[in-house]
């Protein structure tokens, strides 16, 4: 039995939502009285039909059970989410129905609609959370991930770039087509790009350039959370004016990492700039990174082609 179907509707008061609840146990056991006693009638015409109504009568109560549990586990979701906004602004029966409707559309269970309570944490606005939980359902679905994974993935991305990296569903796109062009999974990079996202930000690496970089590490046979080490490393290299790599940044364009990223520049560029460096001075370009984490993710960069990452980039960036 489909519960969101079977209920119609829940509400968060206790009083209400044992009352539908009870409601549907009552038409369950009904129907389940019914076809018991059709079935009992036939059982006296046909021998030995009798040993058949057991198992059918076990698999009504357990579906029964099943819908009487998600029913619980619905109101129990919908109580936490409460706790998160102002009940006095936003009704809780208006966003228990908007949450049934989005289950019935998109065929979240009870226990994916949990990732409403995890959204309204992460600072979404309760207004706008059931659209962010069905962004976040697609995504999990095109990502061969769970529900919640994609929210956090979402809300980590949205927290640290903020508007600059779109909506829910335009980061949703890019962490699908980094899926789609490179060696990766939306379930690998959830679990990994918490831990680059708030360097990257902060290095002034836009989205559309990192996402790019898993694409090029990722073609390239280095696994997602390889590739995560290592750019972490790089961004932080590069972004250090302390550093070699810094310091010949400065010298070739008169400004720092951060200020050529926030100019326009791809990383690919920069890194092309540090490359042509290495050749005019007879420098192995390895010898320029202090960590060879983070001159694995270079010159896997430039390995993969700077016309090829900025394609990816453009990519990344249309709508």
Request: aromatic letters at 6%; hydrophobic letters at 40%.
């Amino acid at each position: 039995m489909d519960l969101f179907k079977l209920v119609g509707s829940i509400f968060i008061n206790n009083k209400e939502a044992n009352s539908q609840i009870d409601e549907t146990n009552t038409k369950a056991q009904n129907l389940a009285t019914k076809i018991g006693s059709a079935m009992e009638t036939a059982g006296n015409k046909i021998t030995g039909l009798g040993k058949a109504i057991a198992p059918v009568s076990a698999v009504l109560a357990t579906a029964l059970t099943t819908s009487t549990k998600s029913a619980s586990d619905f109101q129990n979701g919908m109580a936490k989410m409460s706790t998160l906004f102002d009940t006095s602004k936003t009704s809780v029966s208006d966003l228990s129905k908007e949450f049934l409707t989005l289950s019935n559309k998109t065929g979240l269970s009870a226990s994916e609609l949990e990732a409403g309570y995890q959204a309204l944490s992460a600072g979404q606005s309760v207004d706008k959370v059931g659209k962010f939980v069905e962004t976040a359902g697609n995504l999990a679905k095109a990502g061969f991930t769970s529900t919640t994974t994609a929210v956090d993935v979402l809300t980590t991305t949205m927290n640290a770039y903020g508007k600059s990296a779109g909506s829910a569903d335009q980061i949703a796109n890019k962490l699908v087509r980094t899926q789609n062009l490179g060696k990766t999974t939306v379930d690998e990079l959830a679990s990994a790009m918490g831990k680059v996202i708030p360097t990257a930000s902060s290095m002034g690496v836009n989205i559309n350039n990192l996402t790019s970089g898993y694409v090029s590490l990722t073609k390239q046979g280095i696994a997602t959370a390889e590739a995560t080490t290592y750019m972490n490393s790089m961004f932080n290299e590069l972004g250090d004016s302390g550093t070699t790599l810094g310091g010949v940044i400065k010298e070739k364009t008169g400004k720092s990492f951060q200020e050529c990223m926030n100019s326009g520049m791809s990383l690919a560029d920069v890194l092309q700039i540090t490359k042509q460096y290495a050749d005019e001075n007879g420098i192995a370009y390895n010898e320029l990174w202090s960590s060879a984490e983070a001159g694995k993710a270079g010159l896997a960069i430039l390995n993969g082609g700077v016309d090829e990452f900025n394609k990816t980039v453009e990519t990344m960036a249309s709508d």
